[in-house]
């Protein structure tokens, strides 16, 4: 899986995708597609490629869509690495479906 499969997934479910870097800071995959790491003042001294491959928990976060309610307390699941793989992942159809 690559950040960019991560980016895509992020803007076909309009999700935000939260996932812990070693470094104590937080990266955040927007429903845009935008990674970010809230906090960093300056460029990273890290590959945020790489720090995906060591990452092992994900936060989902549903976004809510144009026209829909804002909801209190939004949707949110913790994902494993292998849970996330499974949403990228398109073969088999296994992949994320229309309606999620």
């Not at 992020?10 to 937080?26: H, K, Q, S, T, W």
């Not at 804002?70 to 398109?90: G, I, T």
Request: charged share 25%.
């Amino acid at each position: 899986m690559k950040l960019a499969d991560v980016k895509r997934l992020a803007v076909r479910g309009g999700y935000n995708i939260r996932f812990a870097l070693p470094n104590g800071l937080e990266c955040l995959v927007d429903c845009h597609g935008v990674a970010r790491v809230p906090g960093l003042n300056a460029p990273p001294s890290f590959n945020l490629e790489q720090q995906l491959a060591g990452a092992q928990v994900f936060i989902v976060e549903a976004v809510p869509r144009p026209g829909q309610r804002k909801s209190a307390d939004p949707k949110r699941q913790l994902l494993s690495r292998s849970q996330l793989e499974e949403w990228v992942s398109p073969a088999d159809g296994a992949g994320l479906s229309a309606e999620e």
